[in-house]
């Protein structure tokens, strides 16, 4: 169970790296539209698409990441006193580090869902958002409260 938890959670790790770096390039995608012309009603009409496009890949991104911060959550808690006993407090540092990726994560959706115009694409991804929400933050509380009520 362990091996397959630490490569599982290794692969996560990886995929979260990644994300960043997609989150950053999401960002500057966004940037680089607030510095496109606004001259003509074109440039205007070209620059509003150009912004929903990149304000939904700043919405995907972290998105994915809470779908993996969940996805970790749950092999953490799957390791609650399968784990040397010193190392206990390591999975609730998991938990508790896994909880702000989450709420962190959320933030940047939320933010991005307000300026989109898609409004069935804001509210599926407020939706789906709050449901992962309403799943995980219980549980990396628990994990939490598990490890430190074994203290």
Request: proline residues 2%; aromatic residues 4%; negative net charge.
């Amino acid at each position: 169970l362990a091996t397959n938890a630490s490569q599982s959670l290794a692969s996560l790790r990886a995929s979260l790296l990644s994300l960043m770096e997609e989150d950053a390039q999401a960002y500057q995608a966004v940037m680089d539209v607030l510095s496109m012309p606004k001259e003509t009603e074109e440039d205007i009409i070209y620059r509003n698409a150009a912004m929903e496009m990149a304000l939904r890949e700043s919405t995907k991104t972290p998105f994915r990441v809470m779908l993996l911060a969940e996805e970790a959550l749950g092999i953490t808690n799957t390791l609650i006193g399968r784990t040397n006993a010193n190392a206990a407090t390591d999975l609730a540092c998991a938990a508790l580090n896994l909880k702000a990726a989450l709420q962190g994560a959320w933030l940047n959706v939320k933010i991005n869902l307000a300026s989109i115009s898609d409004v069935a694409f804001a509210a599926q991804y407020k939706k789906d958002g709050e449901t992962i929400l309403s799943r995980a933050l219980p549980l990396a509380d628990g994990i939490y409260e598990s490890i430190l009520g074994r203290l």
